[in-house]
Protein backbone atom coordinates (compact mmCIF):
# COMPACT_ATOMS: atom_id res chain seq x y z
CA UNK A 1 0.00 0.00 0.00
CA UNK A 2 2.55 2.79 0.96
CA UNK A 3 4.61 2.04 -2.37
CA UNK A 4 1.27 2.47 -4.08
CA UNK A 5 0.44 5.68 -2.19
CA UNK A 6 4.26 7.12 -3.47
CA UNK A 7 3.67 5.94 -7.26
CA UNK A 8 0.20 8.00 -6.98
CA UNK A 9 2.33 11.02 -5.74
CA UNK A 10 5.10 10.75 -8.30
CA UNK A 11 2.53 10.87 -11.11
CA UNK A 12 0.44 13.66 -9.96
CA UNK A 13 3.04 15.37 -8.70
CA UNK A 14 1.39 15.67 -5.22
CA UNK A 15 3.36 17.81 -2.31
CA UNK A 16 4.55 15.49 0.21
CA UNK A 17 2.42 17.26 2.45
CA UNK A 18 -0.91 17.62 1.16
CA UNK A 19 -3.39 14.89 1.70
CA UNK A 20 -2.88 11.55 -0.22
CA UNK A 21 -6.26 9.82 -0.01
CA UNK A 22 -8.29 11.42 -2.67
CA UNK A 23 -5.24 10.71 -5.16
CA UNK A 24 -5.82 7.55 -5.77
CA UNK A 25 -9.32 7.82 -5.94
CA UNK A 26 -8.88 10.35 -8.72
CA UNK A 27 -6.62 7.64 -10.70
CA UNK A 28 -9.65 5.39 -9.89
CA UNK A 29 -7.47 2.95 -8.33
CA UNK A 30 -8.61 0.45 -6.15
CA UNK A 31 -6.46 0.01 -2.57
CA UNK A 32 -4.60 -3.14 -2.68
CA UNK A 33 -6.63 -5.14 -0.08
CA UNK A 34 -9.71 -4.45 -2.92
CA UNK A 35 -7.34 -5.62 -5.89
CA UNK A 36 -6.77 -8.23 -3.84
CA UNK A 37 -10.38 -9.27 -4.01
CA UNK A 38 -10.82 -8.28 -7.73
CA UNK A 39 -8.41 -11.32 -8.39
CA UNK A 40 -9.93 -13.86 -6.12
CA UNK A 41 -13.63 -13.03 -7.27
CA UNK A 42 -11.99 -13.29 -11.20
CA UNK A 43 -10.99 -17.01 -10.44
CA UNK A 44 -13.71 -17.60 -8.61
CA UNK A 45 -15.87 -16.46 -11.52
CA UNK A 46 -13.74 -18.23 -13.94
CA UNK A 47 -13.79 -21.54 -11.65
CA UNK A 48 -17.98 -21.36 -11.83
CA UNK A 49 -18.17 -20.96 -15.66
CA UNK A 50 -15.69 -23.68 -15.92
CA UNK A 51 -12.59 -21.19 -17.56
CA UNK A 52 -10.38 -22.39 -14.45
CA UNK A 53 -7.90 -25.34 -13.97
CA UNK A 54 -10.10 -28.20 -12.34
CA UNK A 55 -7.87 -27.96 -9.41
CA UNK A 56 -9.36 -24.87 -8.56
CA UNK A 57 -12.76 -25.49 -9.02
CA UNK A 58 -12.63 -28.57 -7.04
CA UNK A 59 -12.35 -25.98 -4.23
CA UNK A 60 -15.48 -24.42 -4.95
CA UNK A 61 -19.16 -26.44 -4.26
CA UNK A 62 -22.67 -24.76 -5.34
CA UNK A 63 -24.50 -24.30 -1.94
CA UNK A 64 -27.27 -26.68 -1.59
CA UNK A 65 -30.10 -25.67 0.57
CA UNK A 66 -31.61 -28.07 3.70
CA UNK A 67 -35.27 -27.25 2.14
CA UNK A 68 -36.72 -25.02 -0.58
CA UNK A 69 -35.77 -21.82 -0.76
CA UNK A 70 -35.55 -18.34 -2.36
CA UNK A 71 -32.03 -17.69 -2.82
CA UNK A 72 -31.76 -21.20 -4.86
CA UNK A 73 -31.41 -19.74 -7.59
CA UNK A 74 -28.66 -17.13 -6.71
CA UNK A 75 -25.88 -19.46 -7.72
CA UNK A 76 -24.73 -19.61 -4.14
CA UNK A 77 -21.33 -21.15 -3.09
CA UNK A 78 -21.14 -23.13 -0.05
CA UNK A 79 -18.65 -21.67 2.93
CA UNK A 80 -16.84 -24.83 4.55
CA UNK A 81 -15.95 -24.31 7.96
CA UNK A 82 -12.31 -23.59 8.55
CA UNK A 83 -10.54 -25.10 12.21
CA UNK A 84 -8.54 -22.37 12.44
CA UNK A 85 -9.64 -18.44 12.10
CA UNK A 86 -6.12 -16.70 11.47
CA UNK A 87 -4.82 -19.39 8.51
CA UNK A 88 -7.95 -21.56 7.76
CA UNK A 89 -10.02 -18.36 7.26
CA UNK A 90 -7.52 -17.01 4.56
CA UNK A 91 -8.06 -20.03 2.16
CA UNK A 92 -9.19 -19.92 -1.31
CA UNK A 93 -11.88 -22.34 -0.20
CA UNK A 94 -13.12 -20.14 1.90
CA UNK A 95 -12.55 -16.28 0.89
CA UNK A 96 -13.84 -17.00 -2.39
CA UNK A 97 -17.44 -18.16 -1.08
CA UNK A 98 -17.20 -15.42 1.06
CA UNK A 99 -17.23 -12.80 -1.69
CA UNK A 100 -19.08 -14.21 -4.45
CA UNK A 101 -21.58 -14.51 -1.46
CA UNK A 102 -21.22 -11.05 -0.86
CA UNK A 103 -21.87 -9.85 -4.82
CA UNK A 104 -25.15 -8.49 -5.42
CA UNK A 105 -27.00 -10.81 -7.74
CA UNK A 106 -26.92 -8.92 -10.93
CA UNK A 107 -23.39 -9.30 -10.74
CA UNK A 108 -22.82 -12.84 -10.28
CA UNK A 109 -25.13 -13.70 -12.78
CA UNK A 110 -23.68 -12.30 -15.88
CA UNK A 111 -22.01 -15.14 -18.28
CA UNK A 112 -19.23 -12.65 -19.70
CA UNK A 113 -15.85 -12.47 -18.31
CA UNK A 114 -15.21 -8.96 -19.41
CA UNK A 115 -18.64 -7.66 -18.11
CA UNK A 116 -18.36 -9.29 -14.67
CA UNK A 117 -14.22 -7.59 -14.39
CA UNK A 118 -15.75 -4.55 -14.82
CA UNK A 119 -19.05 -4.64 -12.92
CA UNK A 120 -16.67 -6.00 -9.74
CA UNK A 121 -14.57 -3.10 -9.97
CA UNK A 122 -17.31 -0.83 -9.93
CA UNK A 123 -18.88 -2.15 -7.15
CA UNK A 124 -15.39 -2.40 -4.92
CA UNK A 125 -14.55 0.89 -5.87
CA UNK A 126 -17.80 2.37 -5.02
CA UNK A 127 -17.33 0.45 -1.78
CA UNK A 128 -13.76 1.75 -1.30
CA UNK A 129 -13.97 5.29 -1.91
CA UNK A 130 -17.93 6.36 -1.80
Do not use: C
Amino acid sequence: QPVHLHAARLLTRTKHREHITPVPASLHWLPVHFRIQVKILLITFKATHGLAPSYISALLKPYIAPRPLRSADQKLLHIPRSRFKTKGDRAFSVVAPTLWNQLPLNIHSVESLQHFKKLVKTYLYKQAFM
